[in-house]
Nanobody, 120 residues
Framework: QVQLQESGPGLVKPSQTLSLTCTVS??????????WSWIRQPPGKGLEWMGV???????LYSPSFNSRTSVSRDTSKNQFTLQLTSVTPEDTAVYFC????????????WGQGTQVTVSS
């Protein structure tokens, strides 16, 4: 059973960079056809897919974030990370990491989510 756990600061100041890490257990982030995504849910809104890193290391991003997102991985730690630059209060949300098996748009496994608030 794959398990995902998000970690990172709960409070970020405007204009700074938000950095979150997803630690994976029960499976390898380099397993073929596994797609590792970051998704967020602002208060009172729906889920927003942000980006994905494929088993191969290739990354894809949602254009909605105007190139502010970056997803990377550390295979030695079985972790993948999200960086979101130039944050504003509108980036306040619960951030989730998730795994899609064989696709990047359907997610079979989710982390519990972590609240990030952008405020001075």
């Amino acid at each position: 059973q794959v398990q995902l756990q998000e970690s990172g600061p709960g409070l970020v100041k405007p204009s700074q960079t938000l950095s979150l890490t997803c630690t994976v257990s029960g499976g390898s982030i380099t397993t073929n056809y596994y797609y590792w995504s970051w998704i967020r849910q602002p208060p009172g809104k729906g889920l927003e897919w942000m980006g994905v890193i494929l088993y191969s290391g290739t990354t894809l991003y949602s254009p909605s974030f105007n190139s502010r997102t970056s997803v990377s991985r550390d295979t030695s730690k079985n972790q993948f990370t999200l960086q979101l630059t130039s944050v504003t209060p509108e980036d306040t949300a619960v951030y989730f990491c998730a795994l899609g098996v064989s696709s990047w748009y359907k997610f079979e496994y989710w982390g519990q989510g972590t609240q990030v608030t952008v405020s001075s």
